[in-house]
């Protein structure tokens, strides 16, 4: 968890049970941030919704939090819970592109070095390490996904007049109720209902 986050967890827990809360400089906060800061921030909310729950503030607040943090775990083992990795976001390698020497581009899934399990025949580099390599890795939670990198960057050729269409949802939608001619039903029945 990170110093803000576990900071404004610490001083909402302290005004839950009336009190005030410490400085963030004190030690006392110092020492529940270090523990806790293997707690990932996205159950920041449900733990404090949890020891809200509790009668009075518990005397080790540090170990309340884990102690939350352990019951969430088994609580939702079936969750799609994934501790993001700050390499590959959580996706667990990159879209990567090699270009050969007879022009064409080898596509292939480049496995996370930070997170991935390693298996015989892989290589495990950072996309900067690719880079060096010659090889472009697409960038964790690129906008409008692997397709739309791959038109930005000229690995494939959009169609003509869809290329820009992919940026804007909204002309996407458009674009394939044209194609479907699903808002062809629309304009009937809006044609119905004018006359
Ligand atoms: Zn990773």
Not at 27 to 50: G, M, W
Not at 142 to 154: A, I, S, V, W
Request: charged share 25%; glycine share 8%; net charge positive.
């Amino acid at each position: 968890m990170t110093h803000d986050m576990a900071y404004n967890l610490i001083c909402s827990l302290y005004a839950t049970f009336g009190r005030s809360a410490p400085s963030r400089s004190s030690a006392v906060v110092a020492v529940i941030t270090e523990r806790i800061a293997s707690v990932p921030d996205n159950v920041a909310a449900d733990i404090r919704r949890k020891l809200e729950e509790l009668d009075s503030m518990p005397s080790n607040l540090g170990k309340a939090i884990i102690g939350a943090w352990e019951t969430w775990q088994m609580e939702n083992s079936r969750a799609v819970y994934r501790e993001t990795c700050p390499v590959c976001d959580g996706g667990k390698g990159f879209e990567a592109y090699e270009k050969l020497e007879d022009g064409t581009v080898h596509h292939f899934f480049a496995p996370c070095p930070n997170c991935s399990i390693r298996r015989k025949g892989f290589r495990y580099l950072t996309p900067k390490q690719w880079k060096a390599q010659g090889v472009l890795c697409m960038p964790p939670g690129y906008p409008g996904g692997k397709l739309q990198f791959e038109y930005d960057y000229g690995i494939t050729e959009p169609p003509a007049d869809e290329a820009r269409s992919f940026r804007n949802l909204r002309t996407l939608k458009l674009l394939m109720n044209r194609r479907t001619g699903y808002d062809r039903g629309y304009a009937m029945e809006d044609a119905g209902r004018a006359s």
